[in-house]
């Protein structure tokens, strides 16, 4: 059992940043793969980066590549998304994700724990 535990989400104008950490705890042995999904309204969940459980690989959207970055802090077992250059269309609420193995897979049934999630709203 993985819980998890996001915060840094608010209210940003276009071309603004925000970073976004995800902190993670484990009651028994876990060195798996965390992402970021977001859910717009009307829309469906969405794949946003993923990285693996030593940071060594990280993966992202179309929509985001060159503008987010995801890291670890594998000491702390928490997992940052800074946000750069942000959009209204990036507007949605944030999921970090964490799975049992250690390859940032982008795919969102691969991933077994989840935290609640922190609005991201950005303005034009």
């Known amino acids: 059992q993985v819980q998890l535990a996001e915060s840094g989400g608010g209210l940003v104008q276009a071309g603004g940043s925000l970073r976004l950490s995800c902190a993670a705890s484990a009651r028994t042995f876990w060195r798996g793969a965390m992402g970021w999904f977001r859910h717009a309204p009307g829309k469906d969940r969405n794949f946003v980066a993923a990285?693996?459980?030593?940071?060594?690989?990280?993966n992202y959207s179309d929509s985001v590549k060159g503008r987010f970055t995801i890291s670890r802090d594998t000491a702390k077992n928490t997992v940052y998304l800074q946000m750069n250059s942000l959009k209204p269309e990036d507007t949605a609420t944030y999921y970090c994700?964490?799975?049992?193995?250690?390859?940032?897979?982008?795919?969102?049934?691969?991933?077994?724990?989840w935290g609640q999630g922190t609005e991201v709203t950005v303005s034009s």
């Open positions: 990285i693996s459980w030593s940071g060594e690989t990280a």
């Open positions: 994700g964490a799975r049992l193995g250690g390859i940032a897979t982008m795919t969102e049934e691969n991933y077994s724990f």
